[in-house]
């Protein structure tokens, strides 16, 4: 029988883990100890073999060589259940949450002892006990497929938490959190590592979260170690510098200082439900001028969702308009097209890529049925391939090879791929991103700004959805705050109170 005691973490060493897929080498002789009762960061820029080597701890892959060390003796770990026998569990950063299923069916999912017959009394009984000591509240019988995505993440953590996990791997798990949320639930995980009752590694790429948080780094670059350390004992331009081999800062956004234009996109009462017929998006009333981002703030399942689906055709309206250019837009590809609006969705590779499909097939999903990309119905691969080869160098998508499936690809470089596909053509009138840097290292969190802060420069309507407030602040010029369905604060950046900002997002 599952209960919610924890016990004290396991050691975890793995000592010289090699991996190879065919004749490329993600990890190679890395070495790393997790101690019981620390927050220990695994660092790196994207496609540094990070996600492999927790893999290899959670028995998706088997190494080559080397040895995964728990308690003090090699293990064999063949399956997550492996893995979750030993007390040590993950949170994936691409969802692995039922979406037809509830909150409480995903929680109990993952149990090894879960009974072929279910008493639902008694479980209930046990998973309302469980939630009322959690550090954060999901509706326990709300339809996974209704939660934005920052709701299905904390579901992916308190999963873990529900399962006994005493030794937790995070893979970026306040990606698509507001700062006070991840403070919330990375302070209540940093309480249970001080009490000695859970180990974390985290994959992350916010320094804040490691200075703040954590006890020790482990650094990964192309596969390889880089460096160890104590938080204590290192600067973040250290960090940084082992990640890429070289000392960097961060980045200053420069934005010009052109007024903002005509508007564009004009959003006139809109209302929709969301899956369950409750409505969603309660009356939106917003103008994105010409050469101007108009940020949208607030905790993740406040409508957000909803009204990019709205704008990208996704989800009918009940009752209002949306304008382009002054004129009546219907979200049909034909006036998508027309109006050259342009919409980069969050989970890319689930809602804007075909991850079976070649990078470059994906990268020409709007235009493959034109020429010269296409010729009397049928297909040209020379064109195509021509198209995606100029984007991927471009863009910068690696590896730099239109045939890979783009499912195949780091986070950063499916983004990067959607990005070139999206702004390749240099024709965008409007720009809707929403959380465009989910998941990504500050190097491409840096790439992709520029490129919003390029459109917006060259005249561009950009509508930015994000959840983390530092973003929105440095990128947009003016900010509003979406909360249950309805925009409740609209300022100039420069004007943004931060504190009423945040009281905002709270109501």
């Given at each position: 029988?599952l209960?919610?005691?924890?016990?004290?973490?396991?050691?975890?060493?793995?000592?010289?883990?090699?991996?190879?897929f065919?004749?490329f080498?993600a990890?190679?002789n890395?070495?790393?100890?997790?101690?019981?009762?620390?927050?220990?960061a695994?660092l790196g820029?994207?496609g540094?073999?990070k996600?492999?080597?927790?893999?290899?701890?959670?028995?998706?892959?088997?190494?080559?060589?080397?040895?995964?060390?728990?308690?003090?003796?090699?293990?064999?770990?063949?399956s997550?259940?492996?893995?979750?026998?030993?007390?040590?569990g993950?949170?994936y950063?691409?969802?692995?949450v039922?979406?037809?299923?509830?909150?409480?069916?995903?929680?109990?999912?993952?149990?090894p002892?879960?009974?072929?017959?279910i008493?639902?009394?008694?479980?209930?009984?046990?998973?309302?006990?469980?939630?009322?000591?959690?550090?954060?509240?999901?509706?326990?019988?709300?339809?996974?497929?209704?939660?934005?995505?920052?709701?299905?993440?904390?579901?992916?953590?308190?999963?873990?938490?529900?399962?006994?996990?005493?030794?937790?791997?995070?893979?970026?798990?306040?990606?698509?959190?507001?700062?006070?949320?991840?403070?919330?639930?990375?302070?209540?995980l940093h309480?249970?590592?001080?009490?000695?009752?859970?180990?974390?590694?985290?994959?992350?790429?916010?320094?804040?979260?490691?200075?703040?948080?954590c006890?020790?780094?482990?650094?990964?670059?192309?596969?390889?170690?880089?460096?160890?350390?104590?938080?204590?004992?290192?600067t973040?331009?250290?960090?940084?510098?082992?990640?890429?081999?070289?000392?960097?800062?961060?980045?200053?956004?420069?934005?010009?200082?052109?007024?903002?234009?005509?508007?564009?996109?004009?959003?006139?009462?809109?209302?929709?439900?969301?899956?369950?017929?409750?409505?969603?998006?309660?009356?939106?009333?917003?103008?994105?001028?010409?050469?101007?981002?108009?940020?949208?703030a607030?905790?993740?399942?406040?409508g957000?969702?909803?009204?990019?689906?709205?704008?990208?055709?996704?989800?009918?309206?009940?009752?209002?308009?949306?304008?382009?250019?002054?004129?009546?837009?219907?979200?049909?590809?034909?006036?998508?097209?027309?109006?050259?609006?342009?919409?980069?969705p969050?989970?890319?590779?689930?809602?804007?890529?075909?991850?079976?499909?070649?990078?470059?097939?994906?990268?020409?999903?709007?235009?493959?049925?034109?020429a010269?990309?296409?010729?009397?119905?049928?297909?040209?691969?020379?064109?195509?391939?021509?198209?995606?080869?100029?984007?991927?160098?471009?863009?910068?998508?690696?590896?730099?090879?239109?045939?890979?499936?783009?499912?195949?690809l780091?986070?950063?470089?499916?983004?990067?791929?959607?990005?070139?596909?999206?702004?390749?053509?240099?024709?965008?009138?409007?720009?809707?991103?929403?959380?465009?840097?989910?998941?990504?290292?500050?190097?491409?969190v840096?790439?992709?700004h520029?490129?919003l802060?390029?459109?917006?420069?060259?005249?561009?309507?950009?509508?930015?959805i994000?959840?983390d407030l530092?973003?929105?602040l440095s990128?947009?010029?003016r900010?509003v705050?979406?909360?249950?369905?309805?925009?409740?604060?609209?300022a100039?950046?420069?004007?943004?109170?931060?504190?009423?900002?945040?009281?905002?997002?709270?109501?």
């Amino acid at each position: 029988m599952l209960t919610t005691h924890l016990h004290s973490p396991p050691s975890l060493e793995l000592v010289n883990v090699t991996k190879r897929f065919g004749s490329f080498v993600a990890n190679e002789n890395i070495s790393m100890e997790v101690s019981p009762g620390t927050f220990h960061a695994l660092l790196g820029e994207n496609g540094a073999g990070k996600s492999t080597l927790v893999k290899c701890i959670m028995g998706y892959h088997k190494c080559e060589e080397g040895d995964i060390i728990v308690e003090g003796a090699s293990r064999d770990i063949r399956s997550p259940q492996d893995a979750c026998k030993l007390g040590i569990g993950m949170v994936y950063q691409h969802f692995t949450v039922v979406p037809s299923m509830t909150v409480a069916e995903n929680l109990i999912l993952g149990r090894p002892d879960i009974p072929a017959l279910i008493d639902w009394k008694a479980e209930n009984k046990r998973l309302e006990a469980f939630m009322e000591t959690a550090p954060f509240q999901v509706p326990l019988h709300a339809l996974i497929s209704d939660l934005a995505a920052g709701q299905k993440q904390k579901v992916e953590i308190l999963k873990q938490l529900y399962l006994n996990s005493r030794l937790l791997i995070l893979d970026e798990p306040t990606s698509v959190l507001t700062p006070g949320e991840a403070d919330e639930v990375l302070g209540m995980l940093h309480k249970m590592v001080k009490a000695e009752k859970l180990s974390v590694l985290i994959i992350t790429h916010k320094f804040r979260e490691v200075t703040d948080y954590c006890d020790e780094i482990t650094v990964l670059r192309k596969g390889k170690f880089a460096g160890a350390g104590k938080v204590a004992d290192l600067t973040t331009s250290e960090m940084a510098r082992m990640m890429m081999g070289e000392e960097r800062t961060g980045k200053t956004v420069a934005k010009s200082e052109a007024a903002p234009g005509a508007p564009l996109l004009e959003l006139q009462e809109l209302r929709a439900n969301r899956d369950n017929g409750v409505e969603g998006v309660c009356g939106v009333d917003l103008t994105v001028r010409s050469g101007e981002i108009v940020g949208i703030a607030g905790i993740s399942g406040n409508g957000q969702r909803e009204l990019v689906e709205i704008l990208s055709g996704q989800r009918p309206l009940t009752s209002g308009t949306v304008k382009v250019n002054g004129q009546p837009y219907g979200m049909t590809r034909a006036e998508i097209e027309k109006n050259q609006i342009y919409i980069l969705p969050e989970e890319p590779l689930r809602n804007a890529c075909s991850s079976l499909m070649s990078v470059a097939e994906n990268l020409v999903l709007r235009t493959f049925d034109k020429a010269p990309l296409s010729q009397r119905g049928f297909l040209n691969p020379r064109a195509i391939r021509n198209v995606a080869t100029s984007l991927i160098s471009r863009f910068r998508v690696r590896p730099p090879n239109p045939a890979n499936a783009i499912g195949n690809l780091s986070g950063g470089n499916v983004q990067r791929a959607v990005l070139a596909r999206e702004l390749g053509s240099g024709t965008a009138k409007v720009l809707i991103a929403a959380n465009p840097c989910f998941g990504l290292d500050f190097a491409a969190v840096d790439f992709i700004h520029s490129q919003l802060l390029e459109a917006r420069n060259r005249g561009v309507a950009v509508l930015l959805i994000c959840e983390d407030l530092d973003e929105l602040l440095s990128l947009a010029d003016r900010i509003v705050v979406m909360t249950s369905g309805r925009l409740v604060y609209n300022a100039p950046v420069t004007q943004a109170n931060i504190k009423e900002i945040g009281e905002k997002m709270a109501e």
